[in-house]
């Protein structure tokens, strides 16, 4: 008899004995979460209880007081993804923060589609320079996708660029300065808010969506300078996520754009979210592991059946607005996502299997090509999740090259970022993209 070899796992993805959860919620009281005369539009989802939509809401970022950011319009059925629903000039309040000189910042608001095919809306801010571009050449357009890597609306770009900087901005908005270097190079720069109005950190349908309909939403904001030149597509780690999800939902959610988007570099690009419970839970990541999870669950309601009273203590206490620098200090508490569950084997629970799948997106080839970069020594997002990419967009049919460089994952954005940065310039340039599959 041949014997199947056993798959080992880290011990902080094993199950927990089952008295522990019942004795967190004998032990913990309800968490105060509102008794609502109508549901929102925002957290409403099909075929859930009135008391997990209560939860969905009580756990979405609190308003900013900005409406632009904050208020959910009432047609979203009746648009169409890419169709603008506000602009706002920001250039006064944008420039000091890019630093680089820019002709104008522009806010636009337009309809998209959440990570289940529901109306929704997304924001971005497109920057123009002073250098470069004519009219009969307009200036190709870099989309940097940055890693938010957050919980509030407060701490997008969009909300930076649209209100100066603040104690909610985040440092990866200037470093590394992918926007300073493409604006000066004279490309436009389109800074999407990815995560979309729930703030869905690591979700990665959501995001592609957003993207890509704020390519579409500046093409009609102005044709001539945005609906025509080259795009290329850039992020770092959350902002990979959110590339990498772009990338492979351009040929069957925004195929018209296909022509024009040359090229998407991914680094540092968290590609297994089941190999990260391994790497990250209940140790010094698991702030943004706990972060991810929880925005994952405000587009995949069904993560919230799983929330024992501690989760919904947290979820909906002011934590819910958290940036990258708390999130990131969070994990020093250590603590496990299994006491964060009603369920005592959460990570092998049928939802659990469900969410590694779709964030996986598996068979879904990228349409453009892909230069993927990695850190050899990464212990939180192992190198392991992107080679596999790699392989799997090899194997389907996609162009792509794969980049290990020296380092674990902050030491490995700057060393592998130049060259990442010089393989954008050459598709936007015109020069075709090597395939380096085997």
């Known amino acids: 008899m041949v014997m199947a070899p056993a798959r080992a796992e880290p011990p902080n993805m094993m199950s927990i ?6 004795a967190i919620d004998a032990v913990v009281p309800d968490a ?13 989802a099909a075929g859930f209880s009135r008391q997990v939509l209560e939860l969905r809401e009580a756990v979405l970022p609190s308003a900013t007081g900005d409406p632009v950011f904050d208020r959910w319009p009432h047609n979203l ?43 929704s809306f997304g924001t971005a801010t497109v920057l123009v320079p002073r250098s470069g571009g004519t009219d009969a050449r307009p200036r190709p357009i870099v989309v940097n996708n940055l890693p938010i890597d957050s919980l509030g609306t407060a701490c997008t770009p969009g909300y930076t660029l649209s209100h100066g900087f603040s104690i909610a901005t985040n440092p990866t908005d200037l470093v590394p300065p992918t926007t300073q270097l493409a604006l000066a190079r004279g490309y436009t720069v389109l800074v999407p808010d990815h995560q979309g109005p729930r703030m869905a950190y690591a979700e990665p349908v959501v995001a592609g969506h957003v993207i890509l309909d704020a390519i579409r939403a500046i093409a009609a904001l102005d044709h001539r300078q945005f609906g025509t030149p080259r795009i290329v597509m850039t992020g770092y780690s959350g902002g990979a996520i959110a590339t990498g999800g772009a990338a492979r939902l351009l040929d069957v959610y925004a195929p018209e754009l296909a022509p024009r988007v040359v090229g998407a570099a991914l680094g540092g690009v968290p ?8 790497s990250m839970n209940a140790n010094l990541a ?10 994952i669950a405000r587009e995949r309601t069904e993560i919230l059946t799983m929330a024992n009273d501690f989760a919904r203590w947290l979820a909906s206490s002011p934590l819910k607005n958290l940036c990258t620098i708390p999130t990131a200090l969070a994990g020093q508490t250590f603590w496990p ?29 990228s349409a453009v090509p892909l230069y993927i970069y990695h850190g050899t020594h990464e212990w939180w997002i192992p190198a392991a999740g992107a080679r596999a990419l790699y392989r799997e967009q090899c194997r389907l049919g996609a162009h792509a090259a794969y980049r290990e460089v020296f380092g674990e994952h902050l030491s490995a954005a700057v060393i592998g970022y130049p060259e990442a940065l010089n393989w954008l310039d050459r598709r936007l340039q015109g020069l075709p993209a090597g395939d380096e599959c085997p």
């Not at 590609?271 to 391994?278: E, P, Y």
């Open 17 to 22: 004995p089952p008295q522990i959860p019942a």
């Open 32 to 44: 105060p979460i509102p008794t609502l005369s109508r549901i929102p539009r925002r957290a409403f």
């Open 77 to 119: 059925t009746g648009s169409r993804p890419g169709d603008i629903i506000a602009t706002r000039d920001v250039t006064a309040r944008a420039a000091p923060v890019v630093t680089t000189p820019i002709r104008s910042a522009t806010l636009v608001k337009f309809r998209s589609t959440d990570a289940v095919g529901a109306p």
């Open 271 to 278: 590609a297994d979210f089941r190999m990260l419970v391994g």
């Open 286 to 295: 698991t702030g943004f592991f706990h972060a991810a999870t929880f925005g």
């Open 337 to 365: 996502m299994q006491l964060l569950a009603n369920h005592p084997d959460p990570f092998h629970s049928p939802v659990a299997e469900r969410i590694y799948r779709i964030n996986a997106m598996p068979g879904r080839r």
